[in-house]
């Protein structure tokens, strides 16, 4: 089944006709990262190095190609910050690939059925030691 591109930017999402569904998906995200406690709004302190964030958009399809789900992914954009002024490691919380290849390769060994999982959020789960601070995305309206 052929279906419309994902969206490129919020503006993008919000004025096609799935304008719904990706507000929708919006919402989850927020309501997602302000429930995880992941953000709070400060003043800006001149010491602060801010950086930029993007909306990410993504349709989640099903075996049969069919949309499952509207994915909005609010994402900072870490490529501007410094090593050793605004981070001091860099770690991924993803398995290494040849774990997942050693998991594929045992269970076609042993006859086991993989059934794929999405886990809304993964990123939230693992731990940040710095401050990041960002910019309120401009299409965000906040009280």
Known sequence: MSHKADPNSFYEAISGNERENWVNAIQEELAELIDRGTFSLLEHHPSMHIITSKWVFKKKLDANG???RYKAQLCA???TQRY???YFETTSPVAAHTTTRLFLFTAV?????????DVKNA?????????IYMHIPQDLKVN
């Open 77 to 79: 954009r870490g490529f």
């Open 109 to 117: 060994q042993e006859g086991l059925h993989l059934i794929k999982y």
């Open 66 to 68: 069919e949309v499952e």
């Open 123 to 131: 990123y939230l789960n693992s731990s940040v030691d710095e401050d």
């Open 84 to 86: 050793l002024v605004d």
